[in-house]
């Protein structure tokens, strides 16, 4: 079984997929016009039994550079949190969505702030 799946769907009547290994990992580039998504999905460091995912914006497909305009950041938590990091310019920080779905922006002691 692969470590990475990723499926695409467009004008053609079935979906591409593509599978990736802990070592390869796995990349969509993904693009509209002036905007696009690339989505990087690998083993977190320094434990890869974790999954992290990195989402860049990037520019589109009418040859615009695949200049990065900001980073999202997705992780798993030793808590089993997701970390997400976020990095758009102006817009930094860390929050964590906790697996009964509240966001925070700590990962300790969730459990006696929970508000779910």
Known sequence: MARFYGEVRGKAPSAATREGSEGSGILAHIRGWRLGLMVTGMTSSPDPERDAFVV?????????????????????????????????????????????????????????????
Do not use: M
């Open 56 to 116: 860049d914006l990037t520019g589109g497909s009418n040859g615009g550079k695949p200049t990065s305009y900001g980073v999202l950041i997705i992780s798993e938590a030793e808590n089993g949190s997701r970390r997400v990091f976020v990095d758009a310019g102006q817009v930094t920080g860390v929050s964590y969505l906790h697996p009964c779905g509240c966001w925070d922006t700590r990962s300790d002691n969730h459990e006696e702030r929970c508000t779910a």
